[in-house]
């Protein structure tokens, strides 16, 4: 019987010296280019905004597919603004000849696409056939990792994040089907990238972010696929204007309610999220309660995603590899509540969105 591998979140001193960090310092470098293009490699820099009138905005500048089976860049950028029914909606692929990504610090352009920043002010730059947008955000927290950000499976494989901007003001103006809008909004920015196919190592996850009243939350369950013993990572930051209150994931309590079935990804999802941090000084609790599905995307039907289109043999490798990836994308409340002694003395409520990512099959584990 083969032995399991060994999955973990790199976090001695011999991990923070072998990746060159330092506990609770963040340089603008780890937001830069960290991939060369090589097999199983993916990178992406990711923004979204909750704004108003009910309007959400998510962007994203991929340096390959996340699902890339291919070696070498194939950079894109997503967009999608949405709200209810209504959805304006773009994907543009750009060729390699015309990209360029810093290895200093968070400079991408993808043609006339731009996605810059210094870890305190950002400016993204989407122009497309359909789409001409303008975002800029500005930080209203320091940049966060769990400890150094790199999650391990079996010490050569990993995945990476960075929540660059954890909660900061947006504007944005954006032209489509001729007309002009104009936002206002909380937003956030996050960089991802990895060396090994996704799928491979992770199960299914879910991730999400809120700003309730003063506070930012940013939550997330990574479970690891069957050779690693299906490790579970949660993963937790509570602030307030600012400041952490709490992150450390050992005072943390995780429960997931209310399943459903979702028939395109033929993905059951939980719509109530649970996020309870107690660490005997200071007690909060997170619920996330969804409201309707805003994006799918998955690799068995290639009619859900642009990306998915691109890979006949990715479907063939995940069929045999008997692999479902799939993806959700929420929108709902957040309710934060802060208790003492055991009672709630403050409950707040707020939009939020958040995502389940199901590289396995459909099983509870």
Same mark, same amino acid.
């Given at each position: 019987? !083969?032995?399991?591998?060994?999955?973990?979140?790199?976090?001695?001193?011999?991990?923070?010296?072998?990746?060159?960090?330092?506990?609770?310092?963040?340089?603008?470098?780890?937001?830069?280019?960290?991939?060369?293009?090589?097999?199983?490699?993916?990178?992406?820099?990711?923004?979204?905004?909750?704004?108003?009138?009910?309007? &959400?905005?998510?962007?994203?500048?991929? &340096?390959?597919?996340?699902?890339?089976?291919?070696?070498?860049?194939?950079?894109?950028?997503?967009?999608?603004?949405?709200?209810?029914?209504?959805?304006?909606?773009?994907?543009?692929?750009?060729?390699?000849?015309?990209?360029?990504?810093?290895?200093?610090?968070?400079?991408?352009?993808?043609?006339?696409?731009?996605?810059?920043?210094?870890?305190?002010?950002?400016?993204?730059?989407?122009? !497309?056939?359909?789409?001409?947008?303008?975002?800029?955000?500005?930080?209203?927290?320091?940049?966060?990792?769990? /400890?150094?950000?790199?999650?391990?499976?079996?010490?050569?494989?990993?995945?990476?994040?960075?929540?660059?901007?954890?909660?900061?003001?947006?504007?944005?103006?954006?032209?489509?089907?001729?007309?002009?809008?104009?936002?206002?909004?909380?937003?956030?920015?996050?960089?991802?990238?990895?060396?090994?196919?996704?799928?491979?190592?992770?199960?299914?996850?879910?991730?999400?972010?809120?700003?309730?009243?003063?506070?930012?939350?940013?939550?997330?369950?990574?479970?690891?696929?069957?050779?690693?013993?299906?490790?579970?990572? #949660?993963?937790?930051?509570?602030?307030?204007?600012?400041?952490?209150?709490?992150?450390?994931?050992?005072?943390?309590?995780?429960?997931?309610?209310? #399943?459903?079935?979702?028939?395109?990804?033929?993905?059951?999802?939980?719509?109530?999220?649970?996020?309870?941090?107690?660490?005997?000084?200071?007690?909060?609790?997170?619920?996330?309660?969804?409201?309707?599905?805003?994006?799918?995307?998955?690799?068995?039907?290639?009619?859900? &995603?642009?990306?998915?289109?691109?890979?006949?043999?990715?479907?063939?490798?995940?069929?045999?590899?008997?692999?479902?990836?799939?993806?959700?994308?929420?929108?709902?409340?957040?309710?934060?509540?802060?208790?003492?002694?055991?009672?709630?003395?403050?409950?707040?409520?707020? #939009?939020?969105?958040? /995502?389940?990512?199901?590289?396995?099959?459909?099983?509870?584990?």
């Amino acid at each position: 019987m !083969g032995k399991n591998k060994i999955a973990r979140l790199a976090n001695t001193n011999e991990d923070y010296t072998r990746l060159g960090l330092k506990p609770g310092q963040i340089k603008q470098k780890e937001d830069a280019l960290h991939t060369s293009g090589k097999l199983g490699e993916y990178e992406w820099w990711y923004f979204d905004a909750k704004l108003n009138d009910g309007w &959400s905005l998510v962007i994203g500048f991929y &340096s390959q597919p996340v699902t890339a089976t291919k070696i070498g860049y194939a950079p894109s950028v997503t967009f999608a603004l949405t709200r209810g029914e209504e959805e304006i909606r773009e994907t543009i692929a750009v060729p390699v000849k015309d990209c360029f990504m810093d290895k200093e610090r968070c400079y991408v352009k993808y043609g006339k696409n731009i996605f810059e920043g210094d870890l305190q002010n950002y400016h993204i730059h989407v122009e !497309g056939e359909k789409v001409y947008c303008d975002v800029t955000l500005f930080s209203n927290s320091k940049p966060w990792r769990p /400890e150094t950000g790199h999650f391990l499976f079996d010490e050569k494989d990993y995945f990476a994040w960075l929540p660059s901007v954890p909660e900061g003001t947006v504007t944005a103006k954006v032209c489509a089907d001729g007309k002009e809008m104009e936002f206002t909004g909380t937003g956030y920015h996050d960089h991802n990238w990895g060396n090994t196919g996704m799928f491979w190592v992770m199960h299914h996850w879910y991730w999400g972010r809120a700003k309730v009243g003063d506070y930012q939350v940013i939550s997330s369950y990574i479970t690891a696929h069957k050779p690693y013993n299906y490790e579970h990572f #949660p993963i937790f930051l509570i602030s307030k204007n600012g400041v952490v209150l709490g992150d450390n994931p050992k005072y943390l309590t995780y429960t997931q309610t209310e #399943p459903e079935y979702d028939p395109i990804t033929h993905k059951h999802y939980f719509q109530k999220l649970v996020y309870d941090y107690n660490d005997g000084s200071q007690h909060y609790r997170v619920t996330y309660q969804a409201k309707e599905i805003i994006e799918y995307f998955t690799v068995a039907d290639s009619k859900t &995603s642009a990306q998915a289109k691109s890979s006949a043999v990715l479907r063939f490798i995940v069929k045999m590899a008997k692999l479902d990836p799939s993806y959700i994308r929420m929108i709902g409340t957040v309710t934060l509540e802060r208790f003492e002694k055991g009672a709630v003395v403050e409950k707040l409520d707020a #939009p939020g969105l958040w /995502e389940q990512m199901y590289f396995g099959l459909d099983e509870d584990v």
